[in-house]
């Protein structure tokens, strides 16, 4: 398991490494919100959520709101 803090300036965004196949990431939003892309489709995650995804495939994470996004993602790895 990976637990990692993350920072997201407005505007700004990062993109993520697809992880092994059966791998699962969960996105925990402290502050702000995230969009989400994962495989081509669009989620908005707001303060206070969380959401899970097959982190196998092509993901990113951006900030479109009006403060720094902060939250937490945690990778489930599947060996």
């Known amino acids: 398991m990976e637990i990692d803090h993350f920072e997201i300036d407005v505007g700004q965004s990062l993109v993520g490494v697809p992880h ?7 996105i925990y939003v ?5 969009r989400m ?3 081509g489709e669009k989620i908005i995650v707001p303060k206070g959520h969380v959401f899970t995804f097959p ?5 990113s994470y951006y900030n479109d709101g ?3 996004c902060i939250g937490l993602s945690v990778v489930s790895l599947q060996s």
């Open 66 to 68: 009006t403060s720094a």
């Open 55 to 59: 982190a196998d495939q092509k993901h």
């Open 37 to 39: 892309h994962v495989d």
């Open 30 to 34: 402290e502050k702000g919100r995230v």
């Open 20 to 26: 092994h196949p059966g791998t699962q990431e969960y």
